[in-house]
């Protein structure tokens, strides 16, 4: 076989890509970050009515001289290119007296645009979760009032939601970092609608006061249980990271490799976290699968030579990585967030 035989076999065989012969170098799909300069706490879920990805996340200044984005609102048909269509709010919800509107949870029920949201403050003793509803992924979205608050559900730090449906019943899960007794993420079942907490004694613990920024997937007969760990936005300093666990029942116990329950500060089992170039990866999104059967996930990142903004605020930028599964359990490759792809979703 002479080299061009050899060079023809070795593109049919996917092997070695025509631009990689042409340009003498390997194809690249997409770079990270996605989008920036921030979108902190991503939620992202694909409109079933346009079939267009809608990215929300928390409330942040861009020192683009155009103030507060309450919740900013980015579209893309693919996942990686991004573009910002506007923001949830046209006014801060009136139920708590100050606070920013951090980490919500996009879902699509009953044919509406329901987006549960935290209330709060840096060290606020009373956050809450409220509900705001839309009739359109573009909003503007119409604030619903409080489901609760620290005090009423007696949970420490309530912020961080995210609905999950089985069966006919709804729930939503909860929580962030406390050392307080009652410390922890929880889960509640919601009234029919979605709107209210059925039974407010009714909850139930899910994992220690270390994990933070809830999500849950299933998963070839298992729930997975997504959470973040350490500091989230101290700029290049952050030691945010993402840790599993997984149970045969959506209320748990849900146990890491090891076995170890997350009931227990400490356990958990990694899924990414920071290097040199990017610190603190986390508060993933849901995960979407693509048209190959690939599972991608979209979490916030800071890229060390550029960690905050001249306002101060920590530079988030939007990350997608395809997540891999192991012998059952979910990692993205190397464990770190990626730089450069030769791949990317299809839909």
Not at 141 to 148: A, H, I, P, R, S
Not at 214 to 241: A, L, P, R, W
């Amino acid at each position: 076989m002479n080299s061009l035989h050899f060079i023809y076999v070795l593109i049919l065989l996917g092997i070695c890509p025509m631009d990689t012969l042409l340009t003498g170098e390997s194809r690249v799909a997409y770079e990270n970050p996605v989008f920036e300069p921030v979108l902190a706490d991503p939620t992202v879920f694909q409109d079933p009515e346009s079939k267009l990805f809608y990215a929300y996340g928390t409330e942040d200044d861009w020192a683009d001289k155009n103030g507060w984005r309450w919740v900013p609102i980015l579209e893309s048909e693919n996942l990686v290119d991004w573009k910002y269509v506007g923001q949830a709010f046209q006014t801060k919800p009136s139920w708590k007296k100050e606070g920013g509107i951090w980490a919500p949870d996009i879902n699509y029920i009953d044919g509406k645009y329901f987006l549960y949201y935290s209330y709060s403050t840096w060290g606020d003793k009373n956050p809450g979760v409220g509900l705001a509803i839309a009739d359109s992924p573009k909003g503007p979205f119409v604030d619903q009032g409080k489901l609760f608050d620290s005090k009423q559900i007696n949970v420490p730090n309530s912020i961080d939601p995210f609905f999950y449906e089985e069966d006919g019943a709804r729930y939503l899960f909860w929580g962030s970092f406390s050392r307080q007794p009652t410390q922890g993420t929880y889960a509640v079942e919601l009234t029919a609608d979605g709107k209210k907490v059925k039974d407010f004694a009714q909850k139930t613990k899910i994992a220690a006061g270390d994990f933070e920024a809830v999500m849950i997937h299933k998963y070839k007969g298992y729930y997975y249980f997504f959470g973040s760990k350490g500091s989230c936005c101290d700029g290049e300093s952050s030691t945010y990271h993402v840790k599993v666990a997984r149970s045969k029942k959506l209320l748990g116990p849900y146990l890491d490799k090891d076995g170890n329950s997350i009931l227990e500060r400490g356990n958990g089992t990694l899924v990414v976290k920071g290097d040199e170039r990017y610190a603190g990866p986390g508060h993933n999104s849901g995960i979407i699968t693509d048209a190959k059967g690939r599972d991608w996930i979209l979490y916030h990142a800071i890229d060390t030579r550029n960690g905050k903004l001249e306002n101060g605020i920590s530079r988030r930028v939007l990350m997608l990585d395809q997540l891999h599964w192991q012998k059952g359990w979910p990692y993205i490759e190397n464990y770190v967030p990626s730089l450069r792809n030769d791949n990317k979703p299809v839909f």
